[in-house]
């Protein structure tokens, strides 16, 4: 737990006072190496700069809006993004969370949630209790790299987030087999992991666009109505 308190952290919000009294609740958990950021520019000037290792992201910002800011942040880094937004609709979480945001947490938040949330968001990205290889495997003329993280078509590459990466690895773990929505779920979310198959649809669409000729029609990740997906491995 010490190293994820390690981590270094990245707060954008205009508003300095939710800027402080983040950072407070952050430093009295024991995170240290904490940043600030007001506005879409700065941001983008420390994570060239300082490259952390997550983001919590207003989505109302003054040169901008946090999921333009996530677009831009994602051609330089893969670290993980939280959403911390006034904005609770469903369509600004789905898109969020489309874009390859991990969480979205609806203002007002009790401090304790947001805790909560982040140190899962960390551990589930950087901790690793075993240092077992992932696997690095084919579907058509993709390579699929779970230890690199990455999809390779040719000479083209498509970096998985953190979320994608969990559901491709628990897919992968049952290949060939039927995984419902709900152990989907519970893999990427933890047991928290209740109203998230909507949140789940989204994350399989962005997978298939990078793993599928045509994602409208995948041959690889299928959808079994009702029960949850199935990833097709073909030679195993």
């Known amino acids: 737990m010490d190293d994820i308190k390690n981590k270094k952290l990245l707060i954008v919000d205009d508003e300095h006072e939710i ?50 800011l996530l677009s831009s942040l994602r051609q330089i880094s893969n670290m993980p993004v939280l959403f911390l937004s006034a904005r609770g609709e469903d369509e600004d979480r789905l898109l969020g969370l489309g874009l ?11 401090p304790r949630e ?31 790299d779970l230890e690199g993280g990455i999809v390779r078509n040719n000479s083209t590459e498509y970096p998985l987030t953190a979320k994608e990466h969990v559901l491709l690895f ?21 047991d928290d ?22 994602p409208s029609n995948p041959e690889y990740l299928l959808t079994i109505r009702g029960l949850g997906y199935k990833l097709m491995v073909k030679g195993v």
Request: contains cysteine; aromatic residues 10%.
């Open 114 to 144: 947001l805790i909560l949330r982040l140190t899962a968001i960390l551990r589930r990205v950087y901790s690793s209790p075993k240092q077992e290889q992932r696997p690095v495997f084919q579907l058509g003329d993709r390579i699929i």
């Open 193 to 214: 992991y209740y109203g998230y198959e909507n949140t789940l649809m989204v994350h399989v669409r962005r997978i298939r666009e990078k793993i599928e000729d045509n």
């Open 19 to 68: 800027r402080n009294m983040i950072d407070s609740f952050l430093r009295k958990e024991g995170f240290i190496r904490i940043y600030q950021a007001s506005n879409c520019a700065e941001a983008l000037e420390v994570c060239r700069s300082v490259k952390p290792d997550i983001a919590i992201l207003d989505v109302m910002l003054p040169d901008g809006d946090g999921f333009s």
């Open 100 to 110: 390859g945001a991990d969480d979205y947490i609806v203002k007002p938040f009790l």
């Open 170 to 190: 628990k897919l992968y773990e049952n290949k060939n087999c039927i995984v419902t929505s709900d152990a989907l779920c519970q893999a990427a979310w933890g």
